[in-house]
């Protein structure tokens, strides 16, 4: 019989990839704690007519990519394909609107997408999100991309382009898609049939079409930027004087759509060129329009998502895996030495040293190995005599210098056993 095998387009995460992952996972939490933004979890589950009317029937997300599926009631749920329409539900049902002023929130978590694999794309990813809600201050907007930026930067990430655009408010883009629709109509046959489809249904999201030919045909198609009511390009104007003020670059691209009605002004991605076809890691917007369409109040908001797959193949190529290294090795052998290096091994770990324990029972010689491969800076060493006298080998792997101290004398001060470890540790290093 065959063994068993992750699905297509779901994968393990291991060690050392596992340290990208939680390296990310530490500095986006600390950076969200400074900007006073909590976290949220939200089901990974939820009714499917929570995205078919958050997300939008006409976009490829709810039309060909999820996960629907009929549960024992016969009630159809779907794997969340994203989380800002889980987010929203949430804020709405937990009245989070009562608690007044301004809800910052971010999320990480898995997302579930039926999608042909590749680099980048997968069937089960994962993004983590930040989401403002309930102010319609340009700052708001100018906020959560700077944190984006920052927390890119701070991973080591500098190089990645940002795209900006307004899509301006919905009288804005009922004139525009007019506009769109007149310059589009005439070449209606050379259209990709996705690009004819939304002619009536979504004309935007042809903007976002990744053919060949229609690409060709909007190149001259005109722009929103020309159809930003006053009021919608102040909003803008301010926006991107924000972003200049914070030195944060960007190139205008009025074909960037998030091609959903509610959202509104705002739009941007970021980009590398690192990842080949799958170029966008983050993406995001204002979408004033979504907690009233999901049944809340009128609640102006803007986020984003990253991906944190991409995220990690740009990573992998950029830095060796973030390593914690181990403080001791324990090596023993003998019945009364093993309790007790297991004794001391815990004892440790609560004084807060990183500390492995061989458990292999093998040759002292073959336990010593280990330990030069651990990583560790000092190796406790315990036999039958040390486990008589309740003494321990001490051994600075480094130097190679080695001491007898009694057990209770070596957990007794650790403050003065963490300088050892770190003085050896910088001694090593250096
Ligand atoms: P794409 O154009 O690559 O399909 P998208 O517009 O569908 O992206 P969003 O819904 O804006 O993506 O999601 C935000 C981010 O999540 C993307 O920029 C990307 O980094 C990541 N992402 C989206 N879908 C996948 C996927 N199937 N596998 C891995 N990452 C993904
Ligand atoms: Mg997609």
């Not at 579930?112 to 990813?125: D, S, T, V, W």
Request: proline share 4%.
């Amino acid at each position: 019989m065959g063994s068993f095998q992750a699905l297509r387009g779901t994968r393990d995460v291991l060690a050392p990839e596992i340290s990208y992952w939680q390296w990310v996972e530490q500095v986006a939490r600390q950076q969200f704690a400074q900007a006073a933004y909590q976290e949220l979890r939200t089901p990974i589950f939820e009714e499917t007519a929570l995205f078919a009317r958050g997300i939008g029937e006409a976009t490829d997300v709810v039309g060909k990519e999820m996960y629907t599926f009929p549960d024992r009631k016969n009630r159809s749920l779907t794997l969340r394909p994203e989380n800002t329409a889980g987010v929203v539900r949430a804020y709405i049902q937990n009245k989070l609107a009562a608690q007044g002023g301004v809800q910052r929130l971010w999320y990480t978590g898995p997302m579930f997408r039926y999608e042909r694999p590749q680099g980048g794309r997968q069937r089960q990813f994962h993004q983590l999100g930040a989401e403002v809600i309930g102010s319609k201050d340009p700052r708001a907007d100018a906020e959560v991309i700077a944190i984006a930026t920052d927390l890119l930067k701070q991973l080591g990430l500098t190089t990645l382009t940002m795209d900006l655009n307004s899509v301006g408010d919905a009288s804005d883009r009922q004139a525009y898609r007019q506009a769109l629709v007149d310059f589009l109509t005439p070449y209606k046959d050379d259209l990709d049939a996705d690009s004819q489809d939304r002619l009536t249904r979504n004309p935007l999201r042809i903007l976002d079409s990744k053919d060949k030919r229609t690409q060709e045909i909007i190149v001259d198609a005109p722009s929103i930027l020309d159809h930003l009511s006053p009021e919608s390009q102040s909003f803008f104007d301010r926006v991107q004087q924000l972003l200049t003020d914070q030195d944060i670059s960007f190139t205008l691209n009025p074909r960037l759509v998030r091609g959903l009605d509610y959202y509104t002004h705002t739009a941007f991605e970021i980009q590398s060129s690192d990842l080949g076809a799958q170029a966008t890691v983050c993406g995001g917007g204002r979408y004033d329009g979504l907690v009233e369409q999901l049944g809340g109040p009128a609640t102006p908001a803007v986020g984003w998502a990253m991906g944190l797959e991409r995220l990690m193949i740009l990573l992998q190529k950029l830095h060796a895996p973030p390593s914690s290294p181990m403080d001791f090795y324990v090596v023993s052998r003998g019945d009364g030495a093993e309790a007790q290096a297991l004794k001391i091994a815990q004892a440790l770990r609560r004084q807060g040293f990183a500390t492995e324990l061989d458990l292999s029972g093998s040759a002292f010689g073959k336990q010593f190995k280990r330990a030069d491969r651990s990583g560790a800076v000092a190796c406790l060493v315990l036999g039958d005599s040390e486990a008589e006298s309740n003494t321990v080998q001490l051994k600075w792997l480094q130097s190679g210098e080695q001491i007898t101290v009694n057990q209770s004398t070596l957990l007794e001060d650790a403050a003065s056993l963490r300088q050892q470890v770190t003085q050896a540790r910088s001694t090593h290093s250096g």
